[in-house]
């Protein structure tokens, strides 16, 4: 069992910058893939980025390639999102997720264990 927390969200201005963390605890966090994903209201829950369990593997959305950077600390137990040039499109609730399992991951169902999710807004 593995639960996740988020942090960081926040208000920006558009252009600016956040860093969101993803921490994990119970038994081996550390062998576990794991995704932010991100929903706007109304809209379907999207992959924003997924990092192997060791940190050697990243995978991100086409669209958000250069602008967002996903990291791992695994003697932390976290995670972390560096959003940077927000836009207000990126406006959305942030969440991140945990698979035993390698490979890129891009949906929803391919997760085991969600984050309650942090939320992000980028006026403009």
């Known amino acids: 069992q593995v639960q996740l927390a988020e942090s960081g969200g926040g208000l920006v201005q558009a252009g600016g910058s956040l860093r969101l963390s993803c921490e994990g605890s119970g038994r081996n966090f550390g062998s576990y893939g794991v995704a932010w994903f991100r929903q706007a209201p109304g809209k379907d829950r999207d992959i924003v980025a997924h990092?192997?369990?060791?940190?050697?593997?990243?995978y991100y959305a086409d669209a958000l390639k250069g602008r967002f950077t996903i990291s791992r600390d695994n003697g932390k137990n976290q995670v972390y999102l560096q959003m940077s040039s927000l836009k207000p499109e990126d406006t959305a609730v942030y969440l991140c997720?945990?698979?035993?399992?390698?490979?890129?991951?891009?949906?929803?169902?391919?997760?085991?264990?969600w984050g309650q999710g942090t939320q992000v807004t980028v006026s403009s």
């Open positions: 997720a945990a698979r035993y399992g390698t490979g890129w991951a891009p949906q929803p169902y391919e997760y085991d264990y």
């Open positions: 990092i192997s369990w060791n940190g050697a593997n990243t």
